[in-house]
């Protein structure tokens, strides 16, 4: 699986949008990236996956740019729960490989009121 | 989304014993459960894959004989790290998936060795 660069630490003000960005620029074309995120001490939880179009769910969008090798995950609301650590992880699709997802270090959102 | 369960959330024992730490899909079936482990400021390692009536496959310098998993059903796989010491306590954190693309994970097991 293609490796990901994310910043160590975000700081982001309390209900604005929260930009975490993701480098990825060896990602291969049968490649996704998903986004999980892990509040502390307890499971991560997945937030949103993406191909090459951007996608929107309840919880985020995920902006992936034309050539892949970044994306960027929007918090449109930032609020207080929302402080965790973001990882973006590139994988292959299930089915097409390894079902396991490999994490790195992440990004840690701090939302301040 | 669904619902993955761990038991306990959190244990204390002493060196030497062995810990038994359950992982439940509460409302779907799971062919395959991962564990991984967390030490204290770091990220998420794999440590092993479950797979329901099989043989686990561990991770490169993982002790199989000292992790031993059991995919009994296709809604438990259990953890025991038997004789336990120190160094292994940390947050094992049990997943599985679903469905195709969302990979569902327990809330954790928080494992202290005196």
């Known amino acids: 699986d293609a490796k990901t660069t994310q910043p160590t630490s975000m700081d982001c003000a309390e209900g604005r949008a929260a930009n975490l960005p993701c480098n990825h620029s060896?990602?291969?074309?049968?490649?996704?990236v998903y986004w999980y995120r892990q509040i502390h001490s307890q499971g991560p939880q997945y937030i949103i996956h993406g191909l090459k179009n951007n996608e929107t769910n309840e919880m985020a969008s995920l902006i992936i740019t034309e050539d892949r090798k970044s994306s960027t995950l929007i918090l449109p609301h930032a609020t207080l729960r929302d402080t965790a650590v973001y990882y973006c992880i590139v994988r292959v699709a299930p089915g097409a490989g390894s079902y396991q997802l490999t994490f790195g270090k992440g990004t840690k959102l701090s939302v301040i009121p | 989304g669904a619902v993955v369960s761990q038991h306990p959330s959190w244990v204390i024992c002493k060196s030497g014993t062995s810990v038994k730490i359950e992982c439940r899909s509460l409302?779907?079936?799971?062919?395959?459960m991962f564990w991984y482990r967390q030490f204290p400021k770091q990220s998420l390692m794999l440590m092993a894959t479950?797979?329901?009536?099989?043989?686990?496959?561990?991770e490169q310098g993982v002790e199989k004989d000292k992790f031993l998993i059991n995919h009994a059903s296709l809604t438990l796989s259990t953890l025991t790290v038997t004789s336990a010491h120190p160094e292994d306590s940390s947050f094992y954190i049990c997943?599985?998936?679903?469905?195709?693309?969302?990979?569902?994970f327990g809330p954790g097991t928080r494992l202290t060795v005196l």
């Open positions: 997943s599985a998936y679903a469905s195709l693309n969302e990979q569902f």
């Open positions: 409302d779907f079936q799971a062919t395959t």
């Open positions: 060896t990602i291969s074309g049968n490649e996704y």
């Open positions: 479950s797979n329901e009536g099989s043989k686990a496959t561990y």
